[in-house]
């Protein structure tokens, strides 16, 4: 049995969302977008930055929570992810749309993590 779920499934969604964002990334810088795929390589670490954070706050929910607390986590979170874009077009001039098929990478891969996740449970079970 896992001890951490959340930490487990946030890791798979993770590395699961890696393989599509470095094909992304090399076949942009393959074909002369070097800027597109820095974008796409830092909206993937924002990403996956963001989706460890949403674990954390989600592993530290208690009865005490409350709908301020949650909103702002929420608020805090995003507005990292508008800091490291705003950063990464600014320093680094990575290109917003790269930026945005990074994190895209990100939220799509949560489908078959999911997936994944609950066959292995139901398997178990």
């Known amino acids: 049995m896992i001890d951490h779920p959340l930490r487990a499934i946030t890791r798979m969604l993770v590395v699961f969302s890696a393989a599509p964002a470095l094909l992304a990334a090399a076949g942009l810088a393959a074909g002369g ?57 600014r320093v680094v001039g990575a290109h917003p749309v790269g930026f ?13 993590a999911s997936l994944i996740w609950s066959m292995r449970s139901e398997a178990a079970a």
């Open 33 to 89: 977008r070097p800027d597109w795929a820095m974008g796409v390589a830092l909206g993937w670490a924002a990403g996956s930055l963001n989706a460890g954070l949403l674990a954390l706050r989600v592993s530290r929910l208690t009865a005490r929570s409350s709908v301020v607390g949650f909103l702002f986590s929420a608020a805090s979170r995003f507005t990292l992810v508008g800091l490291i874009a705003i950063g990464s077009y």
């Open 100 to 112: 945005a098929i990074g994190i895209a990478c990100v939220l799509v891969m949560n489908v078959p």
